[in-house]
C-alpha cells in the first residue's frame, strides 16, 4: 500500500527527474506520475 509523504527536494534533482518522467511518457505514450519516477528511482538506488 502507497503511503503519503511530504520530502523537499532540491531543485537540480527535481530538474533531473522531470526529464526522466517526460522520457518515459514520450517512450510510453502513457502518462507517467511524478510519484512513480521517484518510486522507479528510488527502488533502482535502494536494491
Do not use: G
Not at 5 to 27: E, G, H
Request: charged share 35%.
Amino acid at each position: 500500500m502507497a503511503k503519503r509523504v511530504t520530502i523537499m527536494i532540491d531543485d537540480d534533482i527535481d530538474k533531473k527527474l522531470r526529464v526522466l518522467q517526460a522520457k518515459l511518457i514520450s517512450k510510453t505514450n502513457e502518462s507517467v506520475s511524478y510519484s512513480a519516477v521517484i518510486n522507479k528511482e528510488l527502488k533502482k538506488q535502494l536494491k
